[in-house]
């Protein structure tokens, strides 16, 4: 069974910083993507940032040049480190871990952890 567990979530004041941590265990396979995306109250779930398994990046453009995503493949392991958060950035972040197994390709959801930045 594959599990995704993500940690670092909480409140922080506006321009505070978090790191978000998703952990990956079980049968999981091969990952070669993943990527952390935000749910708001009463809006989509949004891409926030992706990571292949050579380490590219990818973001929204709403959080370029305050947020980095980084992996560490030896622990099967996702960060997304945040910094000068806003009100804005207040949503449920989820992580999400694309992988291939036995010939076959696989999409994980974490449970999600909330972020709430507020004064």
């Known amino acids: 069974q594959v599990q995704l567990v993500e940690s670092g979530g909480g409140l922080v004041q506006p321009g505070g910083s978090l790191r978000l941590s998703c952990a990956a265990s079980?049968?999981?396979?091969?990952?070669?993507?993943m990527g952390w995306y935000r749910q708001a109250p009463g809006k989509q779930r949004e891409l926030v940032a992706r990571i292949t398994s050579g380490s590219t990046p990818n973001y929204a453009d709403s959080v370029k040049g305050r947020f980095t995503i980084s992996r560490d493949n030896t622990k099967s392991t996702m960060y997304l480190q945040m910094n000068t958060l806003k009100p804005e950035d207040t949503a449920v972040y989820y992580c999400?871990?694309?992988?291939?197994?036995?010939?076959?390709?696989?999409?994980?959801w974490g449970q999600g952890t909330q972020v709430t930045v507020s004064s």
């Open positions: 999400n871990v694309k992988s291939t197994n036995l010939g076959r390709s696989y999409d994980y």
């Open positions: 079980g049968s999981i396979g091969s990952i070669y993507d």
